[in-house]
């Protein structure tokens, strides 16, 4: 495993549409599990494959539920209520933003055994899905940020109420 490098706000790469996966490879396995070691070890609760670099449409988020969710050709097939909050992205460093999503949605995927599944996540979990599925179309939560981008605080130590980042 390895960490990679997360691409930025500015990087056409990440303003592109991602590929469907066909088949899981050796080196697309190899991808998901860079993939969680690069977003815990920038502390953030989701990543999408552009965000490494990679066009292709893949998802991993830890929102701390006790679950590693892997989210392949992902597509949200229904959304419900709305939630208006801060967001920020690993690949937006230091900001932060308010953004309304739905409360709740569910997600139809491939799972790492290319297996069909369905979650269905509320609060952060949907606020971590909407935020991810969008980068695999290309779309920046700053985009659709109310009002002005803000800078994060920096503190000391981390502050569990601070933005957080996917
Ligand atoms: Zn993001």
């Known amino acids: 495993m390895a960490i990679r490098k997360i691409r930025t706000i500015g990087d056409e790469i990440l303003r592109k549409e991602c590929k469907p996966v066909k088949i899981m490879t050796p080196r697309t ?3 998901i599990e860079d993939m969680f070691e690069t977003m815990y070890a920038a502390n953030g609760v989701g990543l999408a ?3 490494v670099g990679i066009l292709k449409q893949i998802v991993v988020i ?15 097939v229904e959304e419900e209520g709305s939630q208006t909050g801060y967001e920020g992205c690993l690949s937006v460093p230091g900001k ?5 999503r739905p409360a709740k949605v ?6 790492m055994e290319m297996e069909e599944i369905q979650v269905t996540g509320e609060d952060l ?17 700053v985009d659709r940020v109310e009002g002005e981008l ?13 933005p957080i980042e996917q």
Do not use: F, S, W
């Open 29 to 31: 396995k190899e991808l």
């Open 49 to 51: 494959a552009p965000q």
């Open 62 to 76: 830890d929102v701390e539920d006790g679950n590693q969710y892997v989210l392949i050709n992902p597509e949200i």
């Open 96 to 100: 932060t933003g308010i953004v309304t």
């Open 106 to 111: 569910t997600v139809r995927a491939l799972n």
């Open 125 to 141: 979990l949907a606020r971590a899905i909407c935020h991810e599925c969008a980068h695999l179309h290309g779309e920046l939560y």
């Open 150 to 162: 803000e800078d994060v605080e920096m503190e000391e130590e981390i502050d569990p109420a601070e």
